[in-house]
């Protein structure tokens, strides 16, 4: 395994924190703010869950999320029968391969600028993670699965409805998985991001397909470890299967507050609203600093550089109390750029514009 990336920033964190002002830590990307009430109430009122509950979820949950997926994001084909909770996206990521069989002589695509676990998951396999720049598409020979992300971790880029026809068609031809990372499908800012599984980019058939959603962004249940994946009922199957046999369960009052959360938008647009705001702020004093904002189109993230190696630019944040990550956690590729966070509350923030507009 490679070294958790996470471990090198420490004593980074450890300079911002002794800042007089106290850290803003704009790193990780947890969220912050308030989880929603509603869905308290929903996980308070389903406490009492003394036996076990289902791999496969509930009825109710899954036909919340499958008229969640209609209503947001237009997947006219949404079946609740093809929905199955996951126990937090990351824990999907990281086990997706080695759950579906792959493994040595198996090779797994991943965006060459992406979140760590695609390459983690496919290493936990035995199988090859394989790197793929934007428009690449590399040789058929051993190719089992291929990840997409829009919007994209780190950097906020939206893919096309082009781009992901392309990329559709393609994996089909190839007779790859392609599965898609949506996490932040809902946070769009300049671009509005579609899904995979949406009739004008699939041509109307999830076969080969598969779409990942989380609730720890849009509803700030990260606490929670609340997800899903769906697609392709005959993978979406076998996944049940082998989960059914490891007890990779989501627990029942967890369920019951996913119901809840899928069914109410207002949530969402609320707390859209508080990091829109934060976006806009930290936008304007990053480039006020000197930096320059790359992509950014959508998710919680700026995609910032100053020209210059990741790492001095983490040092000149940290010594003004502010932390972020380096870009090149995320590939060699975000080797000059850092990855902000817009995940903190109002009072950090604000902190974090006058320490950047007084440099």
Partial sequence: MPEFP?????????TAAAHAGGI????????????????RDALAAAADSPGYPLTYGTAALRESVAGWLRRRLGVTGADPAAVLPVIGTKELVAGLPAQLGLGPGDKVLHPA????????GARLA?????????????AADGVRMVWINSPGNP????????????????????????????????????????SVLHPDI???????????HSLSKRSNLAGYRA??????????????????????????????????????????????????????????????????????EASLYLWATRDEPCWETVGWL??????????????????????????ATDERVAAAVERLKAS
């Fill in 113 to 120: 600028l992406a979140y760590p676990t695609y390459d983690v």
């Fill in 318 to 343: 940290a010594e003004r109390g502010v932390l972020v990550a380096p870009g090149d956690f995320y590939g060699t590729a975000g080797e000059r750029h850092v990855r902000v966070a817009f995940t």
């Fill in 227 to 296: 997800g899903f994946v769906t697609g392709d009922p005959d993978v979406v199957r076998e996944l049940l299967a082998v989960r059914k046999h490891a007890g990779m369960i989501v627990p029942g009052p967890v369920q019951e507050a996913m119901r809840v959360a899928f069914g109410d938008d207002a949530h969402v647009a609320e707390q859209k609203a508080r990091y829109a705001a934060r976006r806009a702020q930290l936008r304007d004093a990053f480039e006020s600093a000197g930096f320059r904002i790359e992509h950014s």
């Fill in 24 to 39: 803003v830590d704009l790193s990780v990307g947890t969220p912050v703010d308030p989880t929603p009430e509603l869905v």
């Fill in 155 to 194: 950097h906020g880029a939206v893919q096309g409805a082009d781009e992901l026809r392309e990329l559709v068609a393609w994996a089909r031809s190839i007779g790859a998985l392609l599965v898609s990372d949506e996490c932040y499908i809902e946070l769009g800012w300049e671009a509005e991001p579609v």
């Fill in 202 to 212: 699939c041509g109307g058939s999830h076969e080969g397909l598969l779409a990942v």
């Fill in 126 to 138: 035995g199988a090859e993670p394989v790197p793929m720049a934007d428009g690449e598409r590399p």
């Fill in 6 to 14: 996470w471990d090198r920033l420490e004593s980074y964190k450890a």
